[in-house]
T-cell receptor, first 108, second 117 residues
């Protein structure tokens, strides 16, 4: 069964802290997406990766295919980073499986 | 580029009424998707279309129909709405295969909040 688990479910941190959000999945995948859902509801794709590491600004995504695990890191966190972060592994077809998300709150 | 445009943004229906959610993208993407998002659950795929003229069922297709009218447009129809279909619906699209780094990420519409009474 294609399953995905994110941790933590909720995370509150002070501005400037280094943030890590984790995603584990059950079987082999072709790629994994990280998404950000804003408080207003809009969803934005952050990364799609199939190996290694990608960086965009203060965001870094890594994936370990052998361990079936991906992480999203945010450096120098800011209140505007407050959102729900969702991972979505692609188990080899068009049908992405979405995690339930990690709700991140950054306090000034 | 408008990206992915969904209409309507909000809709209230009575049980048994029908409606169509419209979705259009102007990015020349091959694949289009309809998802629903319910509290405490991840996005779930209702239907998708890998290319113009093809549609396939996703995880939760019951009670819905879709039409891939052309490459740009992918509509979702509720023939007889039920309270269980109260949800936020998202349309998304992507290029299925691209050699351009980052090109085949998903692009989402703003969402349509549907309430069925």
């Amino acid at each position: 069964k294609n399953e995905v688990e994110q941790s933590p479910q909720n995370l509150t941190a002070q501005e400037g802290e280094f943030i890590t959000i984790n995603c584990s999945y059950s079987v082999g995948i072709s790629a994994l997406h990280w998404l950000q859902q804003h408080p207003g509801g809009g969803i934005v794709s952050l990364f799609m990766l199939s190996s290694g590491k990608k960086k965009h600004g203060r965001l870094i995504a890594t994936i370990n295919i052998q361990e079936k695990h991906s992480s999203l890191h945010i450096t120098a966190s800011h209140p505007r980073d407050s959102a729900v972060y969702i991972c979505a592994p692609n188990f080899g077809n068009e049908k992405l499986t979405f995690g339930t998300g990690t709700r991140l709150t950054i306090i000034p | 580029n408008a990206g992915v445009t969904q209409n309507p943004k909000f809709q209230v229906l009575k049980t048994g009424q029908s409606m169509t959610l419209q979705c259009a993208q102007d990015m020349n993407h091959n694949s289009m998707y309809w998802y629903r998002q319910d509290p405490g659950m991840g996005l779930r795929l209702i239907y998708y279309s890998a290319s113009e003229g093809t549609t396939d069922k996703g995880e939760v297709p019951n009670g819905y129909n879709v039409s891939r009218l052309n490459k740009r447009e992918f509509s979702l129809r509720l023939e007889s709405a039920a309270p269980s279909q109260t949800s936020v619906y998202f349309c998304a699209s992507r290029i299925q295969f691209s050699v351009i780094p980052g090109a085949n990420v998903l692009t989402f519409g703003a969402g349509s909040r549907l309430t069925v009474l």
